[in-house]
Nanobody, 126 residues
Framework: QVQLVESGGGLVQPGGALRLSCAGS????????TAWFRQAPGKGREFVAA????????YYSDSVKGRFTISRDNAKNMLYLQMNSLQPEDAAVYYC???????????????????WGQGTQVTVSS
């Protein structure tokens, strides 16, 4: 059974940074496409970043490109999201997601990911 557990959320001031972690069990991250999504109050779930199966290629939404970095430690089965220059509009619950395979054109679609974590809250406020 695949389980994903996020951690690292919290309160940060605008311009600050946080690193989210996602611990995986029941799967091997290097053999899965892994992604981060987020959901702000009253809004739908939004794609943030992804790494595809068997590669180190990374993909980002335009809203976070240049500020966020997705990475993976295959030996530890951990997925990370380094978030820099955080702004109030980045506040949301952040979820990690995984699926054995997602085609490139569908990376941003949440229905392509079978496994989800429970989410971790990120609040950006002064």
């Amino acid at each position: 059974q695949v389980q994903l557990v996020e951690s690292g959320g919290g309160l940060v001031q605008p311009g600050g940074a946080l690193r989210l972690s996602c611990a995986g069990s029941g799967l091997t991250f290097s053999r899965y496409t892994t992604a981060w999504f987020r959901q702000a109050p009253g809004k739908g779930r939004e794609f943030v970043a992804a790494m595809r199966t068997g590669t180190t290629n990374t993909y980002y939404s335009d809203s976070v490109k240049g500020r966020f970095t997705i990475s993976r430690d295959n030996a530890k089965n951990m997925l990370y999201l380094q978030m820099n220059s955080l702004q109030p509009e980045d506040a949301a619950v952040y979820y990690c997601a995984a699926n054995p395979w997602v085609i490139l054109s569908a990376l941003q679609r949440e229905d392509q990911y079978r496994s989800w974590g429970q989410g971790t809250q990120v609040t950006v406020s002064s």
